[in-house]
């Protein structure tokens, strides 16, 4: 007896060492993959911050009543109003293309926002203002140090126009509300992601409304009421199937079922969530059922046992218990798809929308596509752009998989 | 079991009844719809925003598809579900023309817009190079003309450019470039290879005798890690092109304006691109841009007319226009001004006579 007990001494060190190991192995692997997880966001967060601030030149504009004398105001020369203003701060500024670059300074959106400060109120016609308007992307970015003085995207002139502001402290950078506001633009300086975030909000309402119904009555019935045949085996190892297709294959069907055999109009949100809802049935189900399968058998043999009708003890006992498994696989499932781009590539949903989505069937970008389609833009300002959309999109997708942490954690019951 | 039948079947009703209301909401679609080149893309883009904020119309909607996917879903037919303009980095092919013929669209309208140019550049940190057709033509190729002389052909074997041109640095060839699905490398493949081909005058003859074999020699790139194809993101090729000097990237003109603190066009030929060398010809890898319009959607679709008529301004595509700030090249005045006139008038195309 004492030499298997030796035998088992001797080896003990050695088996606590391969222990140890074992645990900093694991360790080792998390460890590698935070640094992963820390380096993307350090980057993005890096790149992106910039965005978040956009320069602003001062103005002094004059609301000429004699440019203003349009009876439709909506047309209107207002251009001239922030050239007319710019002329005025630097008077030594003379000959055509000297002025050019003078009124290069400010963006193009400056004209428009005049146009609705007009429209919201005819009384300023014929005033003097101060007004703080959206400085060009090339001035935002040798402003803010994003790119060199000497890139050449800036003529000396303008620089040192640049610099008198600076110095009369009418150029500031100032929080960029415009990015969350507005609509795509090809002016870096006027775009913004609320159109994509409008968009993905449609899309995903489709989706939710579709693939959470559908897919839960597919669980509650393969789950409780079909029978054990090869034909149930068959639409399990269809639905698992399913779900390891890849994405791009739904965006086909979709083109070839909703948009060429229905008529569904391209580009649509209706589309876009019909397409994303199939794409998140097969999660959905799976989740669905194995949170049913955790419903310990006890419960239904309780509830019918004290009379309760099969469908009774579903909604009354099986349903509620299974509930936060369900949503859980639903939220994960859901940012699955507010992530996926390569479906909507096929349904025309990678577009230059500007217009704000109002419906389900309005042309709209979702955020992902957003990313995507500012990553291949060639203007410098739309880098930093695009790192702080997929921040933002980052944002989302935490607080959607960090809901199902919390929903999981307070209402899930362990048996 | 009958429950759930008729449940789905209750479902799957309700998904059409879903979806026939926006059909019918479709039936008038109020704004313009557009496909096409990815090149063309940033331009058409810039025009569409300038149009939905001046005038009382709805923004178009703008999806880069390529060249050749914009003229596939354009030509699908006439109607609402299909788009009314197609954005193009090359003429309409022959193939194109009768697939739209077929489909009912009889009537397309062709309008040029400008010019792109196409730069080989690398990293400000190397030197600039200064190549010649030809010898873009020897790097790239995936066959070439024997070294030792003759009228051979033998599979590539340079491997720094100082072999192909003793003038040039003993750097490794390595040319990030676009794929086989991008206008530019059509582009790109017609205006260098096929012309550096040509300096051999026994492949020039070829062209003549047996054009096949002639496109199979000009045409085939590289496909032994000299030529890498990059995919159709130009802002990617410029973040490599930093990051590894030795490498040179072909693109479009406008993002070498954009990165120019980064980036130096080689010179072509003698020419450094610039935005008056391709303005005026001397740079010689420059291709015209276009878009087509469906003639039959003018007066249906509101705003059609307008947009093409916004497009085809001096304020616009000319050479102080809102184009010319975001790379494109504008045509000469004489030729824009033709082309102005017959966008406004909607003349179409003969699409019997394409080539």
């Given at each position: 007896m004492s030499r298997s007990i030796d035998i088992v001494q001797r080896g003990l060190k050695r088996r606590y060492r391969a222990e140890r190991r074992f645990q900093r192995l694991g360790l080792a692997a998390i460890v590698v993959s935070l640094i992963f997880l820390a380096l993307l966001f350090a980057s993005i967060v890096h790149r992106g911050h910039g965005a978040l601030f956009q320069t602003h030149i001062q103005l002094n504009?004059?609301?000429?009543?004699?440019?203003?004398?349009?009876t439709d105001l909506n047309a209107a020369d207002y251009s001239r109003l922030v050239k007319e203003a710019l002329y005025a701060m630097f008077p030594a500024v003379s000959g055509r293309n000297e002025k050019r670059n003078l009124s290069g300074l400010v963006s193009s959106g400056a004209a428009y926002q005049l146009r609705d400060m007009v429209l919201g109120n005819r009384a300023i016609i014929g005033t003097h203002q101060e007004i703080w308007v959206p400085a060009d992307d090339d001035v935002d970015m040798i402003y803010k140090g994003a790119l060199a003085r000497d890139s050449g995207r800036l003529s000396k002139d303008q620089l040192a126009w640049v610099d008198q502001l600076h110095s009369q402290k009418k150029i500031e950078k100032?929080?960029?509300?415009?990015?969350?506001?507005?609509?795509?633009?090809?002016?870096?300086?006027?775009?913004?992601?609320?159109?994509?975030?409008?968009?993905?909000?449609?899309?995903?309402l489709v989706t939710l409304a579709l693939a959470f119904p559908l897919g839960v009555a597919t669980a509650v019935y393969l789950e409780e009421f079909a029978p054990k045949n090869s034909w149930t085996d068959l639409i399990e190892v269809n639905i698992n199937n399913l779900a390891a297709v890849p994405s791009i294959v739904f965006g086909l069907l979709g083109l070839a079922v909703f948009l060429n055999a229905f008529g569904l109009p391209r580009s649509a949100p209706l589309v876009g969530g019909l397409v994303l809802a199939l794409m998140t049935l097969p999660t959905i189900i799976i989740a669905s059922r194995a949170a049913l399968q955790s419903v310990p058998p006890s419960i239904r043999d309780a509830a019918l046992g004290v009379g309760a009708s099969r469908m009774q003890m579903i909604l009354h006992h099986v349903l509620p218990l299974a509930l936060p498994g369900m949503l859980t696989g639903t939220i994960i499932g859901m940012a699955r798809a507010l992530g996926e781009t390569a479906p909507l590539l096929m349904i025309g949903m990678v577009a230059f929308i500007v217009d704000i989505p109002h419906g389900f069937t309005d042309p709209a970008a979702v955020l992902p596509v957003q990313i995507y389609l500012w990553a291949d833009s060639p203007e410098r300002a739309f880098v930093e752009r695009t790192a702080a959309a997929t921040l933002v999109l980052l944002l989302f997708?935490?607080?959607?998989?960090?809901?199902?942490?919390?929903?999981?954690?307070?209402?899930?019951?362990?048996? | 079991m009958l429950k759930m039948v008729s449940m789905y079947t209750v479902s799957t009703l309700l998904l059409f009844a879903l979806s026939t209301v926006p059909v019918q909401a479709d039936a008038a679609r109020d704004y313009i719809s557009i496909v096409g080149s990815s090149t063309v893309y940033p331009f058409a883009t810039v025009v569409a925003e300038q149009f939905g904020k001046t005038t009382s119309f709805k923004t178009p909607k703008i999806e880069s598809?390529?060249?050749?996917?914009?003229?596939?879903?354009?030509?699908?037919?006439v109607g609402v579900e299909y788009?009314?303009?197609?954005?193009?980095?090359?003429?309409?092919?022959?193939?194109?023309?009768?697939?739209?013929?077929?489909?009912?669209?009889?009537e397309i309208v062709e309008v040029k817009i400008g010019y792109d140019g196409i730069v080989v550049a690398n990293a400000k940190k190397a030197p600039q190079l200064q190549l010649s057709r030809k010898d873009l033509f020897l790097a790239l190729?995936?066959?070439?003309?024997?070294?030792?002389?003759g009228e051979k052909l033998v599979a590539n074997p340079y491997k720094i450019w100082k072999d192909v041109n003793p003038a040039l640095p003993a750097t490794k060839i390595e040319v990030l470039g676009p794929p086989p699905t991008s206008g530019t490398r059509d582009a790109f493949v017609e205006l260098v290879m096929e012309h550096g081909a040509e300096s051999y005058p026994w492949i020039k003859a070829l062209k003549k005798s047996d054009e096949k074999q002639f496109k199979i020699i000009s045409q085939a790139l590289r496909e032994d890690g000299a030529y890498i194809e990059a995919g159709e993101n130009d802002n990617l090729i410029v973040q490599k092109l930093e990051a590894n000097p030795s490498a040179m990237g072909i693109f479009g003109f406008s993002y070498l304006d954009q990165n120019g603190?980064?980036?130096?066009?080689?010179?072509?030929?003698?020419?450094?691109?610039?935005?008056e060398a391709i303005a005026n010809g001397t740079y010689p890898v420059s291709r015209p841009l276009f878009f087509y319009v469906k003639k039959a959607h003018v007066g249906k679709i509101p705003g059609l007319a307008e947009y093409v008529k916004a497009f085809a301004s001096d304020k616009a595509w000319g050479p102080e226009g809102y184009l010319a700030d975001k790379g494109l090249i504008p045509m000469p005045d004489a030729e824009r001004q033709k082309m102005a006139e017959a966008a406004v008038q909607m003349k179409p195309i003969a699409i019997g006579q394409l080539k």
């Amino acid at each position: 007896m004492s030499r298997s007990i030796d035998i088992v001494q001797r080896g003990l060190k050695r088996r606590y060492r391969a222990e140890r190991r074992f645990q900093r192995l694991g360790l080792a692997a998390i460890v590698v993959s935070l640094i992963f997880l820390a380096l993307l966001f350090a980057s993005i967060v890096h790149r992106g911050h910039g965005a978040l601030f956009q320069t602003h030149i001062q103005l002094n504009v004059f609301f000429d009543p004699q440019i203003l004398t349009e009876t439709d105001l909506n047309a209107a020369d207002y251009s001239r109003l922030v050239k007319e203003a710019l002329y005025a701060m630097f008077p030594a500024v003379s000959g055509r293309n000297e002025k050019r670059n003078l009124s290069g300074l400010v963006s193009s959106g400056a004209a428009y926002q005049l146009r609705d400060m007009v429209l919201g109120n005819r009384a300023i016609i014929g005033t003097h203002q101060e007004i703080w308007v959206p400085a060009d992307d090339d001035v935002d970015m040798i402003y803010k140090g994003a790119l060199a003085r000497d890139s050449g995207r800036l003529s000396k002139d303008q620089l040192a126009w640049v610099d008198q502001l600076h110095s009369q402290k009418k150029i500031e950078k100032q929080f960029n509300t415009a990015f969350f506001r507005s609509g795509d633009s090809r002016e870096p300086e006027l775009a913004g992601i609320w159109g994509a975030a409008c968009g993905s909000f449609f899309t995903l309402l489709v989706t939710l409304a579709l693939a959470f119904p559908l897919g839960v009555a597919t669980a509650v019935y393969l789950e409780e009421f079909a029978p054990k045949n090869s034909w149930t085996d068959l639409i399990e190892v269809n639905i698992n199937n399913l779900a390891a297709v890849p994405s791009i294959v739904f965006g086909l069907l979709g083109l070839a079922v909703f948009l060429n055999a229905f008529g569904l109009p391209r580009s649509a949100p209706l589309v876009g969530g019909l397409v994303l809802a199939l794409m998140t049935l097969p999660t959905i189900i799976i989740a669905s059922r194995a949170a049913l399968q955790s419903v310990p058998p006890s419960i239904r043999d309780a509830a019918l046992g004290v009379g309760a009708s099969r469908m009774q003890m579903i909604l009354h006992h099986v349903l509620p218990l299974a509930l936060p498994g369900m949503l859980t696989g639903t939220i994960i499932g859901m940012a699955r798809a507010l992530g996926e781009t390569a479906p909507l590539l096929m349904i025309g949903m990678v577009a230059f929308i500007v217009d704000i989505p109002h419906g389900f069937t309005d042309p709209a970008a979702v955020l992902p596509v957003q990313i995507y389609l500012w990553a291949d833009s060639p203007e410098r300002a739309f880098v930093e752009r695009t790192a702080a959309a997929t921040l933002v999109l980052l944002l989302f997708l935490i607080a959607m998989n960090g809901a199902a942490v919390v929903l999981r954690k307070k209402f899930e019951r362990r048996w | 079991m009958l429950k759930m039948v008729s449940m789905y079947t209750v479902s799957t009703l309700l998904l059409f009844a879903l979806s026939t209301v926006p059909v019918q909401a479709d039936a008038a679609r109020d704004y313009i719809s557009i496909v096409g080149s990815s090149t063309v893309y940033p331009f058409a883009t810039v025009v569409a925003e300038q149009f939905g904020k001046t005038t009382s119309f709805k923004t178009p909607k703008i999806e880069s598809t390529g060249t050749g996917g914009g003229f596939k879903l354009f030509c699908g037919g006439v109607g609402v579900e299909y788009p009314d303009i197609t954005d193009a980095s090359r003429p309409i092919k022959k193939s194109e023309g009768d697939m739209c013929a077929q489909n009912g669209v009889k009537e397309i309208v062709e309008v040029k817009i400008g010019y792109d140019g196409i730069v080989v550049a690398n990293a400000k940190k190397a030197p600039q190079l200064q190549l010649s057709r030809k010898d873009l033509f020897l790097a790239l190729a995936k066959q070439v003309p024997d070294p030792a002389g003759g009228e051979k052909l033998v599979a590539n074997p340079y491997k720094i450019w100082k072999d192909v041109n003793p003038a040039l640095p003993a750097t490794k060839i390595e040319v990030l470039g676009p794929p086989p699905t991008s206008g530019t490398r059509d582009a790109f493949v017609e205006l260098v290879m096929e012309h550096g081909a040509e300096s051999y005058p026994w492949i020039k003859a070829l062209k003549k005798s047996d054009e096949k074999q002639f496109k199979i020699i000009s045409q085939a790139l590289r496909e032994d890690g000299a030529y890498i194809e990059a995919g159709e993101n130009d802002n990617l090729i410029v973040q490599k092109l930093e990051a590894n000097p030795s490498a040179m990237g072909i693109f479009g003109f406008s993002y070498l304006d954009q990165n120019g603190e980064k980036i130096q066009g080689a010179k072509v030929d003698g020419v450094v691109p610039t935005f008056e060398a391709i303005a005026n010809g001397t740079y010689p890898v420059s291709r015209p841009l276009f878009f087509y319009v469906k003639k039959a959607h003018v007066g249906k679709i509101p705003g059609l007319a307008e947009y093409v008529k916004a497009f085809a301004s001096d304020k616009a595509w000319g050479p102080e226009g809102y184009l010319a700030d975001k790379g494109l090249i504008p045509m000469p005045d004489a030729e824009r001004q033709k082309m102005a006139e017959a966008a406004v008038q909607m003349k179409p195309i003969a699409i019997g006579q394409l080539k």
